[in-house]
């Protein structure tokens, strides 16, 4: 029985890991103005970039429509699949909900089992990649989403951020709201963590941020999965993803922030998403 | 015969620029005031939204006459009005103009008479009118000019002052009149709009600059002031039962348009309407679970534009959690000393609950630093002096106050401010202390001010009215300017490449001088960020951390 892995876009899974591993990627929409895009499939992250710090108003990401995944599942379902579904924490976007309804459309017994990663971004690609691994070992629908549940415990993912302006103008980074304000100049490190924002660190300096987010990640090694994230700066990501690599041993994926976490960053951010070793 | 006193068009209508331009910087303050759990409850940013186009028809009309700036006012501010607040503004502006319709100038007594009329517009607009409200201000201030002609000044500017004192007044009680504004320790936010509002106009008609004046928001009579305002558990628990739906806004233009006929059907629709204007242009705000009746309803009577539905829900959820995480994270509180109302804000914003006033000659009591652990409602207090005077009161207040008073020995405040950084809520008690002690050696202090007595010290020479330059407490510059006696000790200070240098300049220093200083310090230590804020501290000219 064939086990196909379903995420959504969020997920800031790299077009070359999607394919290696068959993942299937239920794309979010962003509105900008009145214009609205199905995420990665009509807009593209570097349009998405640019028309950010172009725009006058931030913005707006949704969860895919029901119609998305009933589409998707149907056809997985009747090709006789099964599936596990995982996608971005409940707590941050209603993509559970809508891939629920789907669910419940086709039929509430279908074989399909909907997860909440507890993260976003390629926090959420990690455990997507680590389903699909066990689900080509031959594993079954039921050991995986066992596995996705103490995976999601380890998971997080680290964001730094060059400017408050995006998290200011968009708001909704709950526990980290009041953490995030400040006319003095921060360069300030949040993370996602059993499904929500959470506040780390405040340093003054990117440099010094980055020295921070290096530590904290080298202080959960030894480490599973692990991605740099970046959107605007690509080199900086390579230097971090050479540092993390030297000091924890692990092999280091390299992604970029999409359009929902992006939205709130803002440009020039860097990012860690990393699952502990269990 | 001595002509009445009258204010003329033109000069009325600086001054409400004035006005304008006053709410532009007391924005974010009056925001701040907010504790409803409304879509529109930014009052700051409306009332200055709406004044903003009230201005724009003023300029376009250009008609000399108050009667003729009023109208154009009004006009445009029913067009631009943004939220509750604004539209009460909006009429109040509408009642002042009716009040002085062709009237060329405004004397004494069409003050008065011009804020009746506002105030009783202002209540008419609402469906329910609550008392503690901006409209308890207006209906204050035009009774205070009332009474103020009664007593014999026909002046305008008296008149204005006085009605200026009234909703300064009735601004204060109305923590008193609303329970859950005394609950979080502010007054009311749109009164304190309007009050400001007031407070600029009767500076310009006396003669002065509102730009260079600092305005005072005010602060509850008797009730001690929060640094964050702690909305009730009750209050929360309240708001979240209560369905609103979706909030409505909307412009209806047409020809012949019935004001009580809309209110009429629109109230039997939704909640909280507030509908005004006249025949040809009527604004209108509604709560109601379903837009389509409302909007249905609104195009068979003319054309709608600046249509707006926000869901009050998902706001009001927001609301309650971002309170509910306020009075979880009170749990550990930090309490900071400080001068300046630039520092003020910048350890408010980081997360201090309370900022007690202090400084090289100002320094706190043992008795208000244990009065400012207590408001800060923390079960834990951490108690940050950022003065050497300081820290014994601090010790002896940790001592009195017990085991939950916690001092991190802060010299200066700049090592007070990188400790509050260091501040994580969700770490434990243990955690913070550690990592906050931690930063303090992190940060070189500069203080520059000016010399009282000559000396010499340390073959250092210095002239009585000379500049000097701290660094962490120690004489380590001297100059003629300020600025000369910070470079010399920048320079001194060995500021690496990468360094951050933060530049907060004082009360006695111009912004002008600040940046041209800031210029220095970068051209004396290359590689080195340099950041410029205001600190607003007395005596010290500039104040630096170098980190």
């Known amino acids: ?278 | 015969m001595s002509e009445t006193p009258a204010i003329d068009g033109e000069e009325l209508k600086r001054a409400f620029s004035a006005a304008t331009r006053c709410l532009e910087r007391y924005r974010d303050s009056i925001n701040a005031l907010n504790v409803f759990p409304v879509p529109d409850g930014d009052t700051g940013t409306n009332m200055l939204l709406t004044m903003r186009s009230a201005e724009e028809e003023a300029q376009h009309k250009g008609d000399s006459s108050v009667g003729g700036l009023m109208e154009a006012m009004a006009h445009g501010a029913l067009l631009g009005a943004r939220g509750n607040s604004g539209v009460i503004l909006s009429q109040f502006l509408r009642g002042m103009a009716d009040g002085i319709l062709g009237k060329e100038r405004l004397t004494g007594e069409e003050v008065a008479r011009s804020f009746t009329q506002a105030s009783q517009a202002a209540y008419t607009a609402m469906s329910k009118p609550v008392e503690g409200t901006i409209l308890t201000v207006m209906r204050e201030l035009s009774l205070a000019a009332q009474a103020s002609l009664a007593q014999g000044s026909d002046d305008p500017q008296s008149v204005w002052e006085a009605a200026t004192q009234g909703a300064r007044a009735a601004l204060a009680m109305t923590p008193f009149q609303l329970p859950v504004l005394k609950e979080a320790g502010v007054v009311d936010a749109g009164g304190q709009g309007i009050t400001l509002i007031m407070e600029a106009v009767a500076c310009c008609l006396a003669g002065e600059s509102a730009d260079e004046r600092q305005f005072e928001i005010c602060s509850p009579a008797d009730v001690e002031p929060v640094a964050t305002p702690m909305v009730h558990e009750e209050y929360l628990a309240a708001a979240e039962a209560k369905e609103y739906g979706y909030c409505i806004q909307f412009l209806v233009r047409g020809d012949g348009l019935e004001l009580l006929a809309i209110r009429e059907r629109l109230g039997a629709m939704g909640n909280s309407l507030v509908a005004v204007g006249d025949s040809s242009l009527v604004r209108v705000h509604v709560h109601a679970g379903d837009p389509g009746p409302v909007l249905s309803y609104a195009v068979s009577v003319g054309t709608i534009s600046q249509v707006r539905i926000d869901n009050i829900d998902e706001q009001r959820e927001e609301f309650v959690a971002h309170h509910r995480r306020q009075r979880e994270a009170s749990k550990v509180a930090v309490v900071a000393v400080a001068q300046g109302e630039g520092f003020t804000r910048i350890f408010r914003e980081l997360g201090c609950s309370v900022v007690v006033a202090g400084g090289q000659s100002m320094n706190p009591s043992t008795q208000e630093l244990l009065d400012a652990a207590r408001h800060s409602a923390g079960a834990d207090v951490v108690l940050l002096p950022n003065n050497p005077n300081i820290i014994l009161a601090a010790s002896q207040a940790a001592s009195l106050h017990g085991s939950s008073l916690h001092v991190i020995p802060s010299r200066t405040i700049p090592q007070g401010i990188a400790a509050l950084l260091a501040f994580n809520e969700e770490q434990s008690l243990e955690s913070n202390l550690a990592a906050m002690m931690e930063t303090l050696d992190t940060v070189k202090t500069i203080e520059v001010t000016q010399a009282v007595r000559s000396s010499k010290l340390n073959d250092l020479e210095v002239a009585k009215g000379q500049h000097i330059a701290l660094a962490d407490g120690e004489m380590a510059a001297a100059g003629d300017s300020p600025c000369a006696a910070l470079e010399a000790a920048v320079s001194q200070s060995g500021a690496a490449s990468g360094a951050h240098v933060t530049l907060y300049w004082g009360a006695d220093v111009t912004e002008g001088d600040a940046r041209m200083a800031a210029e220095r310090v970068t051209a004396c230590a290359p590689g080195v960020e340099v950041e410029l804020q205001y600190g607003g501290q007395p005596l010290y000219h500039y104040i630096v951390s170098v980190e």
């Open chain 1, 1 to 278: 029985m064939t086990i196909e892995i379903v995420t959504d876009s969020t997920a800031d899974l790299p077009p070359e890991l999607v394919k290696e591993w068959g993942i299937h990627v239920v794309p979010c929409t962003v509105a900008f103005d009145d214009q609205v895009y199905r995420d990665g499939v009509d807009i593209s992250t570097d349009e998405f970039y640019q028309r950010l710090q172009t725009s006058p108003k931030i913005p707006t990401t949704a969860q895919p429509p029901v119609g998305e995944f009933l589409q998707l599942y149907e056809t997985l379902c009747q090709a006789g699949a099964e599936v596990v579904s995982i996608h971005l924490s409940a707590k941050l976007s209603a993509t559970l909900d809508s891939a629920q309804q789907a669910k419940v459309a086709l039929s509430a017994d279908s074989p399909i089992d909907i997860v909440d990663s507890w993260s976003t971004s390629m926090g959420l690609g990690l455990v997507v990649l680590e389903a699909a691994r066990l689900a080509q070992a031959g594993a079954t629908r039921q050991e995986i989403v066992q596995q996705m549940e103490r995976c999601r415990e380890r998971t997080q993912v680290f964001c730094l951020l060059d400017t408050l302006e995006y998290v200011r103008k968009g708001g909704r980074l709950g526990r980290a709201e009041a953490f995030l304000a400040s006319a003095l100049q921060i360069k300030p490190i949040i993370t996602v963590e059993r499904g929500e924002t959470h506040p780390v660190a405040r340093p003054r300096t990117r440099e010094r941020s980055i020295n921070e987010l290096v530590g904290r990640v080298e202080a959960l090694a030894p480490l599973q999965g692990v991605s740099v994230l970046h959107n605007t700066t690509p080199e900086d990501a390579e230097a971090l993803a050479q540092r993390i690599a030297v000091s924890t041993g692990a092999k280091v994926l390299s992604s970029r922030f999409g359009s929902t976490l992006g939205t709130h960053v803002g440009p020039r951010a860097l990012g860690v998403a990393l699952t502990r070793a269990g």
